[in-house]
């Protein structure tokens, strides 16, 4: 094992460390500044993406740390970790970004926040909080999984008969119940609504741009 193995892999960076939902996570700027407080000479690249015959894209990074170098890779991925076929610009600044952790990660810094699981695949900032009626957090899921665990929770309330101390629970106040499990996951809700009208309006502009190529040819 090389020094600065032995060095960077026995900090703490639990203080900088964050939580977001199941996920504990380092972002890029605390990483970094880790690297800059614990080394003399640091420096790092982004390498040439690799764009495959399907159009989706992976990110390399390159970080050296007091001589030694490690480079690693990551594909730009939506929500569901699936690789993006022609990745906007967003998509891709975020993977690169994702990409130099793992890649400090591989010198020892917060690698230990992972044992055991990778590098989160979904951007912690881009999930959706789900809680309960008195606003405890039941969990963060991608909008795909938000939608069919809401669904599950609400159903869950619509079938309460009794309070966890045994009481019973009449229709008026399993209705009330209700209305603050959705006030409760209110913006959630709207965050996933906003998602899913960029969407809809991508689709839009990607029919339209369509017909004229049609038309174009006629």
């Known amino acids: 094992m090389s020094e600065v193995w032995n060095r960077l892999s ?71 970790n699936r690789a993006i076929k022609n990745p906007d610009a967003a998509a891709i600044n975020k993977s690169r970004m994702r990409c130099l952790v793992k890649t400090i990660a591989m010198h020892g810094i917060g690698l230990y926040i992972y044992a055991g699981e990778d590098l989160p695949d979904v951007d912690p900032a881009e999930l959706l909080v789900i809680k309960n009626h008195l606003g405890d957090e039941k969990g963060s899921y991608d909008p795909q999984d938000f939608s069919k665990n809401l669904i599950n929770l609400i159903a869950t309330y619509t079938k309460i008969e009794a309070t966890k101390t045994g009481e019973p629970v009449l229709p008026r106040q399993r209705m009330t119940f209700l209305r603050e499990l959705l006030e409760q996951n209110q913006t959630s809700i709207d965050e996933l609504s906003d998602a899913f009208k960029e969407q809809i309006d991508l689709n839009h502009v990607l029919r339209r741009q369509k017909r004229r190529r049609c038309w174009g040819h006629l």
């Open 10 to 80: 026995k900090l703490n960076v639990n203080d900088d460390k964050e939580k977001k939902g199941k996920f504990d996570y380092l972002s890029w700027a605390d990483a970094w500044k880790s690297v800059q407080n614990n080394s003399d000479s640091a420096s790092y690249t982004m390498d040439e993406d690799i764009v495959y015959p399907d159009t989706t894209r992976e990110v390399r990074s390159t970080v050296t740390i007091d001589g030694v170098s490690h480079m690693m890779w990551l594909a730009v991925m939506d929500h569901n």
